[in-house]
């Protein structure tokens, strides 16, 4: 299972989901640092980073396919660093054919939700994936169970139809 998120989409029919709850991702990112050093993005595609083209030409070829692939986010705030960072990035994910909606967290909690992030693919296969405390990834599982995969679907349904679409989130 070396690209599972990939694998995922190149199968996908119809729909991708991914659902991201947590504050902080690989803190030991460059290209993090390189954000946190000053750099930013200002939704020009050549400032971009390079891990940047792979994933923005699988986004874009899957959506291409007729694949609606939708992001939400569940997010602290007044929210982190690396949210700022993810936040000045999403431009990209959004022109790549994406549809990314932010919820904060404070809204999300009489929801019921799984306990980690996840991508769904068309509604029939879900990858979970494990984090360390510090954001790091530390395994995956695809999990093809019908209540699982009902949880997962109204987990993400509820989320997206309170969350704030991209174009209209301001940053706390």
Do not use: C
Not at 21 to 50: C, Q, S, V
Not at 109 to 130: I, R
């Amino acid at each position: 299972m070396k690209h599972p998120v990939r694998e995922g989409l190149a199968k996908a029919q119809h729909s991708a989901v991914h659902l991201e709850m947590r504050d902080i991702y690989t803190p030991d990112d460059p290209e993090f640092a390189r954000w946190r050093a000053g750099h930013r993005y200002e939704n020009d595609p050549t400032k971009l980073p390079d891990f940047w083209g792979a994933w923005g030409d699988l986004a874009t070829e899957t959506t291409r396919r007729g694949v609606v692939i939708r992001r939400a986010r569940i997010i602290s705030e007044p929210v982190t660093d690396y949210i700022k960072y993810e936040h000045d990035l999403t431009f990209a994910n959004v022109a790549a054919g994406e549809q990314v909606r932010w919820l904060p967290r404070r809204e999300a909690a009489d929801l019921s939700l799984p306990g980690t992030d996840l991508w769904m693919f068309d509604g029939s296969s879900v990858l979970f994936t494990y984090f360390s405390g510090v954001g790091e990834v530390v395994d995956r599982e695809w999990r093809t169970e019908p209540t699982v995969t009902a949880l997962v679907s109204s987990a993400f349904e509820a989320v997206w139809e309170r969350a704030t679409p991209h174009e209209e989130y301001k940053l706390l």
